[in-house]
């Protein structure tokens, strides 16, 4: 597949099939007739790449995880990685659900104020009669 096939079919920026391009390019073996053709390897490396960035990861760090990939027994650096970077999405996670909490407070207090101002003009109404 082309790139134009590939960021279509896939729906791949082509900035980022460029950037993969030019690190795995050595020596041209895999193009032909000037554009380079993607084979099952390189899906799979390439949504690896996808997942990486949608989980938040920068382009360094897509590409310090995709070198130790290249190289073996690197599992455990890896590991500690994607450790790093859920804890990361944790807090984050944590961060917003207080968000929420206070957010939440606000609501619940305006509606209490509603409800006693409808108990008042119902007492209201029920007075002058």
């Known amino acids: 597949m ?18 993969y391009e030019s690190r795995e ?5 895999k193009k032909t ?3 380079w053709q993607y084979d099952d390897t390189d899906l799979e490396r390439l949504s690896l790449i996808m997942s990486l960035y949608n989980i938040g990861f920068e382009n360094p760090e897509v590409k310090s995880y995709m070198k130790l ?5 690197t599992e455990i650096q890896r ?5 790093k970077k859920r804890c990361s999405i944790l807090d984050q996670i944590h ?18 104020q509603q409800e006693a ?13």
Do not use: A, F, W
């Not at 990939?69 to 027994?73: A, C, I, Y």
């Not at 961060?95 to 209490?112: A, T, W």
């Open 33 to 35: 007739l000037d554009s």
């Open 69 to 73: 990939l290249e190289q073996k027994g």
């Open 117 to 129: 101002k409808k108990i008042l003009k119902k007492k209201q109404d029920k007075n002058s009669r």
């Open 2 to 19: 082309t790139i134009r096939e590939v960021s279509e079919r896939y729906n791949i920026p082509m900035k980022i099939l460029k950037e």
């Open 25 to 29: 390019i050595d020596g041209s073996e």
């Open 79 to 83: 590991m500690r990685i994607l450790d």
């Open 95 to 112: 961060s917003q659900e207080k968000l929420l909490e206070q957010l939440d407070y606000l609501r619940y207090h305006i509606r209490k």
